[in-house]
């Protein structure tokens, strides 16, 4: 029971911090295109740095409870004190410090704050790399460097979905140039996404035969889903994109169901990855 509500926080901390540190990374490249648009896009990255603050706060009280299988370890001052000055702990903290930055930089538009979503970006998606398996390894700092970018990268995809989308219905005169230039950036980006992840795992699966285990099989599952993935996205740019320029209702109309899809696609992707990580082992 436990275990199953720590998968359902960190998937809810997976989407919340992507996304708001996406609309960050997406506000410091586009956002001298936006007008209609803008207050909704800062809003959707406030709301979600919020929501992940709140997730992340969630996940540090209910670890005391886990590690002692009851109520009692929320009030063991000890539990709480190694917890804090743990890598647990830490990872914790850099993903609230994240969230706090990328949170503020949606008060107001300017230079700085567009620099300070930026870091905050870089503190989420580099916290990740203190916990769990990256942590264990014996090759942690190859690890951490390939899981911050594999991060990092997919924040920047994910969190841009709901913006484009916002865009598309909003402000359909600029949607096509925007649309180009988001694409023109991602198809250098995005495919480190499926290098990293790739290089990752082979680090950390022992051998070929890791493959049949749960783990193998959710790695396996994730690599599925992130194929459809790059498909619908290759699809949105060598097709869909370029059709918005036409202004046809139709055309918008299409594009925004792919990135609907792509978006449902990619929390599955994560909801797989918080249960991967969570319940089963690569060594196991």
């Not at 919340?16 to 410091?28: K, N, P, T």
């Amino acid at each position: 029971m436990l275990d199953s509500l720590v998968v359902v926080l960190r998937t809810a901390i997976f989407i919340s911090l992507l996304q708001a540190a996406g609309v960050a990374l997406f506000v410091s490249l586009f956002n001298r295109y936006l007008t209609i648009s803008k207050n909704t896009i800062y809003l959707l990255g406030a709301i979600s740095s919020l929501s992940g603050a709140i997730f992340i706060l969630l996940r540090y009280l209910l670890e005391p409870i886990r590690l002692t299988g009851s109520l009692s370890g929320f009030f063991d001052f000890s539990l709480h004190e190694f917890l804090i000055t743990s890598n647990f702990g830490f990872a914790q903290f850099l993903k609230l410090l994240g969230s706090i930055i990328v949170g503020a930089s949606f008060l107001q538009s300017s230079e700085l704050s567009r620099i300070a979503g930026i870091i905050g970006a870089c503190f989420i998606a580099a916290s990740f790399s203190f916990i769990g398996h990256v942590a264990a390894s014996e090759q942690q700092w190859v690890l951490a460097i390939l899981l911050t970018i594999h991060l990092f990268l997919a924040a920047f995809w994910f969190g841009a979905l709901v913006p484009l989308h916002l865009v598309c219905s909003q402000e359909k005169l600029i949607a096509a140039k925007l649309v180009k230039r988001f694409s023109k950036i991602a198809t250098f980006t995005v495919p480190l996404i499926p290098c990293a992840g790739l290089g990752i795992a082979f680090i950390l699966l022992p051998s070929l035969s890791s493959l049949k285990t749960p783990y193998g099989i959710l790695l396996i599952s994730k690599i599925i889903g992130f194929s459809a993935l790059m498909g619908i996205a290759a699809l949105n740019k060598l097709k869909l994109g370029p059709s918005l320029s036409t202004e046809n209702y139709r055309s918008i109309s299409i594009f925004k169901q792919a990135i609907s899809l792509e978006i449902l696609l990619i929390i599955i992707v994560l909801c797989v990855t918080a249960t991967m990580t969570t319940l089963y082992s690569p060594e196991i």
